[in-house]
């Protein structure tokens, strides 16, 4: 790869990876909590959100978080309680564009079940993936929880789970502004790149993937996802998706 490439590239992250970059972003839910367990849920739930404008998305995830703040609990306290069901009602109207109230009731009984049987959301991923051994992707694991009905988790065996890839990114990169690091039982560095069309006419445009055979933007998919993990592991060993506040920056900066 060249030089001139990976010094941008590592440049851009330093840039961005910063405490600002919360300001407008869904990972600064999780901060506005002190408890692990409180952490995970919220992180997990602005994650799975995180579709769309981000002004958008920010605005879902505070409705959410306004209704458990009103209930006087906790978020753990809100799911386990079953609270959410006064705020989403079965049926197919829509909650965040083609995310369902149905969607969502699947979505938080799914994480009822994980606290009921497990304590945490990170108890339960950590106990699933060493169980099912550890060369298993986590995300897949993750999604293994949840209803296949439910929008919110990708089931397909080709997505490449750009929202749960996300939120690990949060969970596991440790000594950063902005993600958590609460995970040290797994590697950063078999972290992969939370991708979407976005992250991809980024890389396309710099060379680090190819367009198609027609001159195209490849798609969002797990084959692409690992081919650009694996360059960009090239230029930040050991934390590969370190590489997304970089080609975040890339795409949102009009000064680059």
């Known amino acids: 790869m060249d030089e001139q490439l990976k010094e941008k590239l590592i440049s851009l992250a330093e840039k961005y990876e910063n405490r600002d970059f919360l300001e407008k972003d869904p ?9 692990v367990r409180e ?8 994650a799975s959100l995180a579709f769309g404008r981000r002004e958008q998305i920010l605005r879902h995830v505070e409705m959410i978080l306004e209704a458990v703040k009103k209930e006087k609990m906790l978020p753990s306290e809100w799911i386990l309680s079953s609270s959410y ?5 079965a049926g197919t109207s829509s909650f965040y564009r083609m995310f369902t109230h149905d969607d969502m009731l699947l979505f938080f009984d799914g994480m009822q079940k994980i606290l ?6 990170g108890e339960c991923f950590k106990a699933q993936w060493q169980e099912r051994g550890e060369e298993t992707f986590l995300h897949k694991v993750i999604a293994s929880n949840f209803d296949e009905k439910c929008s919110l988790i990708p089931h397909s065996k080709d997505s490449a789970y750009k929202r749960i890839n996300m939120f690990l990114r949060w969970m596991v990169r440790q000594n950063s502004p902005v993600d958590l690091g609460l995970w040290k039982w797994f590697p950063a560095a078999g972290l992969l790149m939370p991708l979407d069309v976005h992250v ?15 001159g ?4 969002a998919n797990i084959k692409n996802c690992l081919e650009l993990t694996k360059k960009m592991s090239a230029i930040f060993p050991g934390d590969p998706v370190r590489a ?12 680059n």
């Open 216 to 219: 195209k933007i490849p798609a």
């Open 116 to 121: 009921r049987d497990y304590g945490s959301l």
């Open 85 to 89: 069901k006064k705020i989403f009602t």
């Open 27 to 35: 990972s600064k839910f999780m901060h506005m909590f002190e408890d």
């Open 200 to 214: 991809m006419q980024e890389a396309a445009g710099l060379g680090l993937i190819p367009l198609t055979s027609g």
């Open 244 to 255: 997304d506040y970089a080609l975040f920056g890339l795409g949102t900066d009009p000064l």
């Open 39 to 46: 952490q995970e849920i919220t992180a997990f739930t602005a």
